[in-house]
């Protein structure tokens, strides 16, 4: 899976986004977009000739980029791990995210490792430590922001801890630590003047007489708290944001160009969507041709159900009869016609 990488330590291929993808040039080689909704956009740029990706997110719950399944990183040697991450926000308290998903020998797939950050308007440094067990061969990384914001990414960076540097860095770690953002990366005991207050299994069996009287809806409220918008959103009071609906419905929609190349529309994740369908509408004279796309990874892609003509002023339908987590449309036409391509789903 990981490709050969220039530098001293970083496992991470294209983790500085160095290298354009050949395939997408407006995106960095290794990684895909993921989450977010049609208000999201994604920006790769090159700031100062400095290297970053922009998330602009308006009203998804989260939205990212998560590297391909080939460029996972590869942890079959090492159990310690540390992530080192150079991150800006376009405001004050952003909710950042790091998610690692352990792939086995045998290929499977288990639940991720989630981490949050909260983000100033000023670039930092953030490192999280990790540790891997036998079973586990490779890490696929994702990185992202949690609800509206702006997130810059400008480098990830993953190495293995061997002891002698794991004692190194925690010596220096005295004189640098001036907060803690995320899970505190403990080398060695660490003596405190203070005690420590221990949480031990304690079974208590007691008879209770009290007279609850009936609640209402005038007099009475109950309030829930949170530790962080995942996955119960709250606000900086600790107050529930709560969002009560039936079905849920999302909507996308893209207007393209289609020629005699064949192209294809936005790479949509789709995992969280159980009903979703394609809507085009040719507003040129000349017909054009659509097809369903779906993909396991976003990398490698098997054409769905047939091909469909979308005529002069014709609306066409397009669904999918099987399921993959990323989906999109491949079109073409004769000549030079407008499409209007729509993705609408339900949950």
């Known amino acids: 899976m990981e490709k050969k990488l220039i530098g001293m330590f970083n496992k991470l291929y294209n983790g500085d986004f160095q290298r354009k993808s050949e395939t997408h040039s407006i995106f960095p080689d290794a990684w895909l977009q993921i989450g977010g909704n049609h208000q999201t956009s994604w920006k790769f740029a090159d700031i100062k000739k400095i290297p970053s990706l922009e998330i602009k997110n308006l009203t998804a719950l989260r939205a990212g980029i998560i590297q391909t399944y080939e460029a996972s990183l590869d942890v079959r040697k090492d159990e310690d791990w540390q992530i080192f991450m150079v991150l800006k926000s376009g405001m004050p308290d952003l909710k950042a995210y790091l998610r690692m998903y352990p792939i086995s020998s045998n290929g499977d797939i288990s639940k991720p490792w989630e981490f949050s950050f909260s983000l100033g308007m000023k670039q930092e440094q953030l490192k999280q430590v990790v540790s891997v067990g036998s079973e586990i061969q490779f890490l696929r990384l994702e990185m992202g922001v949690l609800g509206p914001g702006d997130l ?24 640098e630590i001036h907060h803690i953002n995320t899970i505190g990366e403990i080398i060695k005991p660490i003596h405190l003047a203070a005690p420590i207050p221990l949480k031990l299994p304690v079974t208590v069996q007691a008879n209770v007489n009290a007279d609850i009287r009936n609640l209402t809806t005038t007099r009475d409220r109950v309030q829930i ?22 079905h849920g419905f999302h909507e996308s929609l893209e207007d393209v160009t289609a020629s005699q190349t064949m192209s294809e529309t936005t790479t949509r994740d789709v995992s969280a969507l159980p009903r979703f369908s394609f809507a085009v509408y040719n507003f040129g004279t000349d017909p054009a041709h659509v097809q369903a796309e779906l993909s396991p990874d976003g990398v490698h892609w098997r054409s769905e159900g047939d091909r469909l003509e979308v005529g002069p002023g014709k609306l066409v339908i397009v669904s999918s009869k099987n399921f993959l987590r990323y989906t999109r449309l491949s079109y073409w036409a004769d000549g030079l016609t407008t499409l209007r391509i729509w993705v609408q789903a339900q949950n």
Do not use: D
């Not at 990414?153 to 860095?169: S, V």
């Open 152 to 175: 810059y990414i400008y480098k990830l960076i993953a190495y293995p801890l061997t002891p002698n540097r794991m004692k190194r860095r925690v010596t220096m770690a005295k004189k």
């Open 225 to 246: 708290c949170g530790s962080s918008q995942v996955p119960l959103a709250t606000s900086s009071s600790g107050r529930a944001q709560v969002e009560i609906f039936g």
